[in-house]
């Protein structure tokens, strides 16, 4: 297996077998046999898995979309599913959220949804677990400043 990243700053990275850059994008999904997600959500990001891209992906590859639900066009992806281009998805965050009842995800087989548990770990609740326990201090203790927003390493 090749692991290839998608980076707006292409650096080596461990555990990648190479890094492209983003404005590679449209070449680089042209050779996956499955793009995952793992990118913010940010002007620069909205919809960059949009139709061209999706379009552009082998016949039969899968979507894992772990990042945030705009990444992806989410209209896009359906008609791609749809017609048999993308074989499947496995989503764990949605444009709207929670994700309506008659959103036609839900009756896809091909499509596996994910109540935004896909970044829950072992490892990850010990490192959340200690921002967790200091934001509810300082919640209690009136000082909302000191509360963080990530973990600190």
Known sequence: MKVVGISSSPRDVPGFDEMRSRDDLLNAVRD?????MLTPHTPQ?????DAPILAAMKPGSFII??????VVDETALIEALNAGHIGGAA??????EPLPADHPFW????VLLV???????????QHT??????????????DIDKMVN???H
């Open 32 to 36: 996956l046999d499955h793009l995952i």
């Open 45 to 49: 990001t909205h919809h960059i898995i």
């Open 65 to 70: 979309n772990l990042a945030r639900g705009g």
């Open 91 to 96: 989503l764990d965050v949605f444009a709207q």
């Open 107 to 110: 009756s896809m087989k091909n």
């Open 115 to 125: 109540p935004h548990l896909g970044g829950l770990s072992h490892d990850s609740s």
């Open 129 to 142: 677990m200690p921002a967790l326990t200091h934001n509810l201090r300082c919640f209690l203790a009136g």
């Open 150 to 152: 990530r973990v600190a």
